[in-house]
């Protein structure tokens, strides 16, 4: 075979003799997803096994990202894998499966130094197992299994007498996936032999260390790990910031008993990562970047994780998981109350309204920092309720004025980032406002601009218009039914013919938008009136409707036309500025 070229210009290009041989381990992070490669996907590396001895080609697998941990100079590189697992997993058991095969050809020799060199690292790691892979709680016993598969050969558990090997602790299932692929790869080197005999193996194992390639990316920041692999197009699923911030609150435990680290996971981690889930919603992995924020304003969302590694440097012991799930945790309640529109703070009436306005508004994540701040002192009485529902108000304004007037989100995280510090951790409803309006690049629409774009801009269509309808609906005492509202046009989008007698195609295009055409119907009353004449919809409006404000529309008016439109953008502007008065 000839000797293998780099397929790449990278210099970190490594064979996977050099990848496998090296001071270092490849960890799966404890809770990390198992090991789940399809026969199909194993048939696929035999052929490029076979192509790569046969036609004498070299064989690229693709990157794998790590994130590089070492305790101290005279310990391995602990390699966290990112992306990687399935091809480390597969490779690794594969060389298991070629000492396997030596060891019943009676080539006991070659098969121990292929032991030696690529499964296990032969003195104390200062970690409970020595392999050179240490897999996902789900696996382990699998892999463990594979060792003792290897070790049943007795001329070769003899010839490995003085050979130090500590196993994983045993967790997960003794078969599976892992297992049956091991199987798998056994029995594809039989067949080898089948076609070649020793010679065969030799050349199967020089295919996969010599031939066989992969780019490994160690990232400093292991945040960074996802970009790229979203960038690589890889077909597995990525780790999360949360699934990082998980995996390094549990290696300040790595070294315990897997049933000390599954009661700690049990009692503490759990309960914090499933109270995220609310209403068929996933906050889980929203909350890390404004949670960062409050620590520390100037974080940009790719520093997050490094920066709470670093508050975390010095928690350790075996309550170090404890300890740090307890600081993530002081902000939870507040976070889901604002994501989620809930009341886990127990703040009173008026608050809560404030809060789930905000949340029915869809207020931007910029905004969190702030407002999970707030609600933290107000629950605390660091700030007194009135105060905070002064501060509510001119922040729902502020917000509200700006989407009603088509300005974007952006620029709103330079506003919120700094505004608890810039208000002294004591914000009013002057120091809110004197602080936002210091942000000249954002705007905080006037009076006269916010009628104007109540009366005359095309609503339909915006993420806040909903949130007005109701907002109208409940100031006229409506009862706030569970159900999402649709929004009807009453002069229709597509009209009748009938409609055009009342309405030029002209004023159509101009008017049918506008906040003042827009009511709240049910999803079924919406799709059966569709382009229907107005006479034909004010009867279900006025008795079938489970909004106040439809009904007391078709109530009010037996026509519907330009000047009845306009009167009602009027109405509407006059109401929207009362509400929202700042």
Not at 233 to 247: A, C, F, H, V, Y
Not at 435 to 454: C, L, N, R, S, Y
Not at 556 to 569: A, G, H, I, V, Y
Request: with cysteine; charged share 25%.
């Amino acid at each position: 075979m000839q000797n293998r070229n780099r397929l790449t210009s990278s210099s970190d290009e490594t064979e996977i003799a050099s990848l496998m041989s090296s001071d270092s381990i490849f960890t799966i992070p404890y809770f990390q997803r198992k090991y789940k490669w399809s026969a199909k996907r194993l048939k696929q590396l035999n052929g490029d096994i076979l192509n790569v001895i046969d036609e004498t080609v070299m064989h690229f697998l693709g990157a794998i990202i790590v994130h590089g941990r070492r305790s101290n100079p005279s310990a391995p590189v602990i390699y966290e894998v990112i992306d990687g697992q399935q091809r480390i997993t597969t490779l690794f058991i594969y060389l298991a499966a070629i000492v396997k095969t030596l060891c019943e050809l009676k080539e006991v020799n070659e098969a121990k130094v292929l032991f030696l060199k690529y499964l296990i690292i032969n003195r104390d790691t200062g970690h409970i197992p020595n392999l050179r892979l240490h897999s996902c709680k789900e696996d382990r016993a699998q892999l463990n299994r594979v060792f003792e598969d290897l070790y049943s050969n007795q001329a070769f558990k003899k010839a490995l007498d003085n050979v130090y090997i500590k196993y994983m602790p045993e967790t997960g299932s003794r078969s599976g996936i892992l297992w049956n692929n091991y199987r798998f790869a056994i029995r594809f080197m039989k067949e080898q032999v089948g076609q070649g005999g020793i010679q065969r193996i030799k050349d199967v194992y020089t295919a996969i260390l010599s031939s066989m390639s992969v780019v490994q990316i160690d990232v400093y920041d292991a945040t960074n790990g996802p970009k790229i692999f979203d960038s690589l197009n890889s077909r597995q699923e990525p780790m999360t910031i949360g699934d990082l911030i998980r995996n390094e609150i549990f290696s300040r435990i790595a070294c315990e008993t897997p049933e000390v680290v599954d009661d700690i996971y049990e009692r503490h981690w759990l309960p914090f990562y499933k109270k995220f889930k609310q209403d068929e919603k996933e906050l889980f992995d929203l909350y890390f970047f404004p949670y960062g924020l409050i620590h520390n304003p100037n974080l940009r969302k790719s520093e997050v994780y490094n920066a709470l590694c670093e508050e975390w440097k010095n928690i350790k012991g075996i309550n170090a998981p404890e300890k740090i799930i307890q600081s993530l945790s002081e902000y939870q309640n507040a976070f889901i109350d604002i994501a989620c529109g809930k009341n886990f703070q127990n703040q009173i009436k008026k608050v809560r309204r404030l809060f789930r306005n905000l949340y029915d508004l869809g207020t931007p994540i910029s905004v969190y920092p702030f407002l999970m701040n707030l609600s933290n002192a107000i629950k605390d009485n660091v700030l007194s309720e009135n105060e905070a529902i002064k501060v509510l108000e001119v922040v729902e304004s502020f917000l509200v004025r700006r989407a009603v007037c088509g300005h974007e989100p952006t620029g709103l995280h330079a506003v919120f980032k700094k505004l608890w510090v810039d208000c002294n951790k004591k914000p009013t409803l002057d120091s809110v406002k004197a602080q936002i309006k210091t942000h000249k690049t954002v705007a905080w629409p006037t009076t006269g601009e916010f009628k104007e774009a109540i009366e005359r801009r095309s609503l339909y269509g915006s993420s806040i218009t909903r949130y007005l309808i109701l907002e109208y609906d409940r100031s006229l005492g409506g009862d706030q039914p569970d159900n999402v509202p649709w929004i009807e046009h009453i002069l229709p989008d597509s009209p009748e013919k009938s409609w055009f007698k009342i309405f030029t195609k002209k004023q159509h295009e101009e008017m049918k938008d506008l906040l003042a055409n827009l009511l709240p119907l049910s999803e079924v009353m919406n799709k059966s009136l569709s382009n229907k004449s107005y006479k034909n919809k004010r009867t279900k409006y006025l008795n079938d409707s489970m909004f106040k404000s439809t009904r007391e529309f078709a109530n009010r008016r037996n026509d519907w036309t330009p000047e009845l439109l306009k009167k009602r953008s009027k109405e509407l502007s006059e109401w929207a500025t009362s509400r929202w008065i700042y």
